[in-house]
């Protein structure tokens, strides 16, 4: 053979072990991301906004989903309000006027005229559905805070479950004969006919004809998860039904007549409303169910599941099998889009539409018949935990609570660009340039670390035990310049400070997906706190590691020398977390009723700020270090005055805690990132100059 051929022929083989291995890996990494297109409607982002800001990144957390009775439009009742959609495009159309409030639930009147809302407080709202107005508030006479309510068929009634003091079920009877304007309620505390042990909780559901009321009894004393249905008039106990199911009840729904009861345990059981025994049991095919829907014309019966897949079942035929009668699922018409947990499910009226609603932050419209996706409507989050960007660029990367979700954001525009799907990671700390996410996944107690621009892994920590059962990093820091990493484990050798030099990565993807991602060990140990660290900040300049812990004691750690060089204690307000002035000469620290500042250097404190409303939850040095803005627990943003230790003013936008904060466009907007599932950015300018 010539030379010549066998170089050919080698390079042909080089050439094929590279192909499948740079395919392979991307075939590894890529972890689900899913890219966003540009919506139609690109205002939306700047409505009903509070005072000082400018616009509004995600519309909230999906509490339902419910269509006009002509199908044209749907209403999602949202951790921050109502938005109304267009339901044969998926654009938006409105979100209704008026505070914002956690709704819980929400249905348009029998001429679709007008929208009626539930939210936590107990308060039933009305709206004008064309131009989105509140006509009316209503609020009931014994101030109850709820934890869950839902509108009967026609809104003529709301139900409501009271939080934890109360956990009582009541209903309010809604009357527009009088004044169309003005909702006239018949309050009633509805007497349970059972005797009360273990509670009621958050999943109620009403029969469409009105007379039965469902609700699963969880009894944490019983080895199954008995549903109580009472006669939702007189609120009378009727009949107990029970899985047997030791894994308690995450969905239930009637059928569109009133005839059948379907619940979603460990597997999914229907029963007749007027037998007891169980009609059939559709096994669930290896994952959890949390929601449930039936077809308007009843043959249907939608499952959405933990793995992001929806399931048609055929729910009027049985076949014969193991263990008693089946439903025949329908696998033809399984559908796949989403990359997280389902836990909505609505059909249009005319039955040729399903929205789907899930934890990956989406709503998906579905076409019956062929299986296919007809929109995606991006942005409704479960909640925010962390915020990075770089001043380059005009883009923020936002994490998600639970699950990890990396999400990237053009502030410009407030368009979703992408999101990237982990599954549920116990951590996800975004470097302070946002090229890096360090995730911690708990089923093999690996600690990796992501690169955002590359989609791919760029290295695994190892060392010291790692990756064992013992650790479980819930405290991570990276330098600013994004070459050190601190980690300290929950559990384990509790007290432990590691710090791993994680180096620069290459910018080619090729290599990135070409090679496996670097295994990196622990270069030192700092030990100088008994508990669990719960805090760890990088100094600017990267000369100085804050560690705050259990106790009461703050240490600041010499990065050269590897030594405390500073310890500040907190009296008996623990600190909860530390951050650094922009130049790094102040240090604050946060506890749940009070925050420090000090002087880094000499440990002089300067000023301390007293809780006023709710609890501290995150606090950030403004960027000319006048200011500190804390954000609390009741989502309002707080301004303090560090040099005379004054209160300034209260900016009120989300409707729960607010999880980080952060400085962009060179100091001149603030993000605020919330527990609602949404980010606001104000104008600084216009927020430091209000007192109030």
Same mark, same amino acid.
């Given at each position: 053979? =010539?030379?010549?051929?066998?170089?050919?022929?080698? &390079?042909?083989?080089?050439?094929?072990?590279?192909?499948?291995?740079?395919?392979?890996?991307?075939?590894?990494?890529? $972890?689900?991301?899913?890219?966003?297109?540009?919506?139609?409607?690109?205002?939306?982002?700047?409505?009903?906004?509070?005072?000082?800001?400018?616009?509004?990144?995600?519309?909230?957390?999906?509490?339902?989903?419910?269509?006009?009775?002509?199908?044209?439009?749907?209403?999602?009742?949202?951790?921050?309000?109502?938005?109304?959609?267009?339901?044969?495009?998926?654009?938006?159309?409105?979100?209704?006027?008026?505070?914002?409030?956690?709704?819980?639930?929400?249905?348009?009147?029998?001429?679709? $005229?007008?929208?009626?809302?539930? $939210?936590?407080?107990?308060?039933?709202?009305?709206?004008?559905?064309? $131009?989105?107005?509140?006509? !009316?508030?209503? &609020?009931?006479?014994?101030?109850?805070?709820?934890? !869950?309510?839902?509108?009967?068929?026609?809104?003529?009634?709301? +139900?409501?479950?009271?939080?934890?003091?109360?956990?009582?079920?009541?209903?309010?009877?809604?009357?527009?004969?009088?004044?169309?304007?003005?909702?006239?309620?018949?309050?009633?505390?509805?007497? *349970?006919?059972?005797?009360?042990?273990?509670?009621?909780?958050?999943?109620?559901?009403?029969?469409?004809? %009105? =007379?039965?009321?469902?609700?699963?009894?969880?009894?944490?004393?019983?080895?199954?998860?008995?549903?109580?249905?009472?006669?939702?008039?007189?609120? #009378?106990?009727?009949?107990?039904?029970?899985?047997? !199911?030791?894994?308690?009840?995450?969905?239930?729904?009637?059928?569109?007549?009133?005839?059948?009861?379907?619940?979603?345990?460990?597997?999914?059981?229907?029963?007749?409303?007027?037998?007891?025994?169980?009609?059939?049991?559709?096994?669930?095919?290896?994952?959890?169910?949390?929601?449930?829907?039936?077809?308007?014309?009843?043959?249907?019966?939608?499952?959405?599941?933990?793995?992001?897949?929806?399931?048609?079942?055929?729910?009027?035929?049985?076949?014969?099998?193991?263990? %008693?009668?089946?439903?025949?699922? *329908?696998?033809?018409?399984?559908?796949?889009?989403?990359?997280?947990?389902?836990?909505?499910?609505?059909?249009?009226?005319?039955? #040729?539409?399903?929205?789907?609603?899930?934890?990956?932050?989406?709503?998906?419209?579905?076409?019956? @018949?062929?299986?296919?996706?007809?929109?995606?409507?991006?942005?409704?989050?479960?909640?925010? =935990?962390?915020?990075?960007?770089?001043?380059?660029?005009?883009?923020?990367? /936002?994490?998600?609570?639970?699950?990890?979700?990396?999400?990237?954001?053009?502030?410009? #525009?407030?368009?979703?660009?992408?999101?990237? +799907?982990?599954?549920?990671?116990?951590?996800?700390?975004?470097?302070?340039?946002?090229?890096?996410? /360090?995730?911690?996944?708990?089923?093999?107690?690996?600690?990796?670390?992501?690169?955002?621009?590359?989609?791919?892994?760029?290295?695994?920590?190892?060392?010291?035990?790692?990756? !064992?059962?013992?650790?479980? +990093?819930?405290?991570?820091?990276?330098?600013?310049?994004?070459?050190?990493?601190?980690? /300290?484990?929950?559990?384990?050798?509790?007290?432990?400070?590691?710090?791993?030099?994680?180096?620069?990565?290459?910018?080619?993807?090729? &290599?990135?997906?070409?090679?496996?991602?670097?295994?990196?060990?622990?270069?030192?140990?700092?030990?100088?706190?008994?508990?669990?660290?719960?805090?760890?900040?990088?100094?600017?300049?990267?000369?100085?590691?804050?560690?705050?812990?259990?106790?009461?004691?703050?240490?600041?750690?010499?990065?050269?020398?590897?030594?405390? =060089?500073?310890?500040?204690?907190?009296?008996?307000?623990?600190?909860?977390?530390?951050?650094?002035?922009?130049?790094?000469?102040?240090?604050?620290?946060?506890?749940?009723?009070?925050?420090?500042?000090?002087?880094?250097?000499?440990?002089?404190?300067?000023?301390?700020?007293?809780?006023?409303?709710?609890?501290?939850?995150?606090?950030?040095?403004?960027?000319?270090?006048?200011?500190?803005? &804390?954000?609390?627990?009741?989502?309002?943003?707080?301004?303090?005055?560090?040099?005379?230790?004054?209160?300034?003013?209260?900016? #009120?936008?989300?409707?729960?805690?607010?999880?980080?904060?952060?400085?962009?466009?060179?100091?001149?907007?603030?993000?605020?990132?919330?527990?609602?599932? @949404?980010?606001?950015?104000?104008?600084?300018?216009?927020?430091?100059?209000?007192?109030?």
């Amino acid at each position: 053979m =010539r030379p010549s051929r066998i170089i050919f022929i080698l &390079s042909t083989v080089i050439f094929a072990i590279i192909a499948v291995t740079v395919f392979l890996r991307l075939m590894a990494n890529k $972890n689900s991301t899913e890219i966003f297109q540009i919506p139609k409607n690109t205002e939306y982002p700047r409505w009903e906004l509070p005072d000082e800001a400018k616009m509004r990144l995600g519309k909230g957390r999906i509490n339902t989903i419910k269509f006009s009775a002509d199908g044209n439009r749907f209403a999602v009742a949202t951790s921050i309000g109502v938005w109304i959609y267009d339901a044969q495009s998926g654009s938006i159309i409105s979100m209704l006027k008026g505070e914002r409030q956690d709704i819980l639930d929400v249905a348009f009147s029998k001429d679709g $005229n007008n929208v009626l809302g539930a $939210n936590t407080s107990g308060q039933i709202l009305k709206w004008h559905a064309e $131009n989105g107005e509140l006509i !009316s508030t209503l &609020s009931n006479e014994k101030a109850i805070h709820l934890t !869950s309510a839902v509108f009967d068929a026609d809104g003529s009634k709301v +139900y409501g479950v009271g939080r934890v003091r109360d956990e009582k079920l009541y209903v309010w009877e809604l009357n527009d004969d009088l004044n169309p304007h003005v909702l006239v309620p018949i309050f009633t505390e509805i007497k *349970l006919d059972v005797e009360f042990i273990g509670g009621y909780g958050k999943i109620i559901t009403i029969s469409p004809d %009105g =007379r039965f009321l469902a609700t699963p009894r969880q009894e944490d004393h019983n080895e199954y998860f008995p549903i109580h249905i009472f006669d939702a008039h007189t609120s #009378k106990l009727l009949f107990e039904r029970s899985a047997q !199911s030791n894994e308690g009840v995450n969905a239930l729904t009637f059928s569109h007549d009133s005839k059948t009861l379907a619940c979603a345990s460990d597997a999914i059981y229907l029963w007749d409303t007027d037998v007891t025994e169980v009609k059939a049991t559709f096994k669930a095919l290896d994952t959890s169910v949390y929601a449930l829907t039936f077809s308007p014309n009843g043959k249907l019966l939608v499952s959405g599941c933990s793995d992001g897949s929806i399931h048609l079942w055929n729910a009027t035929a049985q076949q014969e099998g193991l263990g %008693g009668t089946i439903g025949q699922y *329908l696998p033809t018409l399984k559908l796949k889009g989403h990359k997280e947990k389902v836990n909505k499910l609505v059909f249009s009226p005319d039955g #040729k539409t399903l929205l789907s609603g899930s934890d990956d932050g989406t709503i998906r419209a579905w076409d019956t @018949t062929t299986g296919g996706i007809l929109y995606t409507c991006p942005g409704h989050m479960q909640g925010i =935990r962390h915020l990075a960007a770089s001043e380059q660029t005009s883009i923020l990367t /936002s994490v998600d609570s639970y699950p990890t979700i990396v999400r990237l954001w053009d502030i410009k #525009k407030g368009h979703q660009l992408s999101a990237s +799907y982990f599954g549920f990671t116990s951590s996800g700390t975004i470097s302070p340039n946002a090229t890096t996410i /360090s995730l911690d996944d708990p089923s093999d107690r690996k600690l990796r670390l992501w690169d955002i621009q590359n989609r791919g892994y760029r290295s695994y920590l190892k060392g010291h035990g790692y990756p !064992s059962k013992f650790f479980l +990093y819930t405290t991570i820091a990276f330098s600013k310049d994004e070459k050190r990493l601190a980690t /300290s484990p929950s559990r384990g050798p509790l007290g432990e400070i590691h710090i791993w030099h994680i180096g620069s990565q290459s910018n080619s993807i090729f &290599s990135r997906y070409l090679f496996n991602a670097k295994t990196i060990r622990p270069k030192h140990t700092l030990i100088g706190h008994r508990g669990v660290v719960r805090s760890l900040v990088f100094s600017p300049d990267g000369k100085t590691l804050v560690s705050s812990g259990d106790g009461n004691r703050i240490n600041l750690w010499d990065m050269e020398t590897l030594r405390i =060089r500073q310890k500040f204690v907190v009296g008996r307000n623990r600190s909860r977390s530390v951050t650094f002035s922009s130049n790094g000469k102040m240090l604050a620290s946060r506890g749940t009723e009070k925050i420090y500042c000090w002087e880094a250097t000499t440990g002089k404190q300067i000023s301390e700020f007293p809780r006023m409303t709710g609890s501290f939850m995150s606090i950030q040095f403004c960027p000319d270090d006048s200011i500190l803005v &804390s954000g609390i627990n009741t989502g309002e943003v707080q301004l303090w005055d560090i040099s005379s230790g004054n209160f300034l003013s209260t900016h #009120k936008g989300h409707t729960r805690y607010i999880n980080d904060l952060r400085f962009l466009e060179n100091g001149k907007t603030l993000a605020t990132a919330s527990a609602d599932g @949404t980010i606001l950015l104000w104008n600084w300018e216009k927020m430091k100059t209000v007192i109030k």
